[in-house]
């Protein structure tokens, strides 16, 4: 299957450098190209993508709002973040917005194809550990600063899946969050994937900034 891949990014330069990448792959290929999220938001409208490589600062609608507006419609594709730094705010609000994670620009051309392929299959390309590093930085900018978790959606979790959930929020993959609570690793990924279904949530990423938006994990990772 061919992975059809949308670069959106205001430097043409750094477009063209991403599509020569992704033309010498067997299973990829870029079938749009946008340089604002404006644009991005109207080729979106016809033309079918997998993957779309999401710049954030860009003019007319950066990154952020135009991730949040492609992941509110059915059956979306997925969005890598591209930034510049390192846990970059922009970085969490794409998150936050949708992304199915980030990453560099500078990063190695074999990292962000494994990235595109990893996102196109349903993984999110940001070790929970990262996302939880970001969001220990970026915490206090979240909207709820109440001591009990916010979001009632919450109550359709079990006592166990909401175990589960803050042990994904704390950085911990399915082999150590059973190894804790003495399970078999395909219990705990049920589990998981309970949470995303209870939830409407699309990965783990997504399951890590919903635990600290409603407070059942702060920052530090400490539930």
């Not at 938001?41 to 993508?49: E, F, G, I, K, N």
């Not at 730094?85 to 074999?110: H, N």
């Not at 916010?150 to 979790?157: G, P, T």
Request: hydrophobic letters at 45%.
């Amino acid at each position: 299957m061919t992975i059809r891949v949308m670069l959106v990014d205001d430097q043409v330069l750094l477009r063209t450098g991403f599509r020569m990448v992704l033309a010498a792959q067997p299973d990829m290929e870029v079938v749009a190209e946008a340089g604002d999220g404006v644009e991005a938001l109207q080729v979106l409208r016809s033309t079918p993508v997998d993957v779309v490589l999401m710049d954030v600062r860009m003019p007319k609608l950066d990154g952020v709002e135009t991730t949040r507006r492609i992941c509110t419609e059915p059956d979306p594709p997925k969005v890598l973040i591209l930034t510049t730094f390192d846990l970059d705010e922009y970085a969490f609000s794409g998150l936050k917005a949708g992304a199915s994670g980030f990453m560099l620009k500078d990063v190695p051309p074999g990292d962000l194809l494994g990235a595109i392929r990893a996102v196109h299959s349903g993984d999110a390309v940001v070790a929970p550990s990262t996302t939880r590093r970001l969001l220990d930085r970026f915490a206090p900018m979240l909207p709820s600063s109440g001591k009990e978790p916010q979001h009632k959606e919450l109550e359709r979790l079990t006592d166990r899946e909401r175990e589960v959930m803050v042990l994904v929020a704390q950085g911990l993959s399915n082999g150590e969050i059973a190894a804790r609570l003495v399970l078999s690793e395909a219990t705990v990924k049920t589990h998981v994937g309970r949470i995303l279904t209870k939830l409407g949530l699309r990965d783990r990423v997504q399951v890590v900034v919903l635990a600290y938006e409603t407070g059942l994990v702060r920052a530090g990772g400490h539930g």
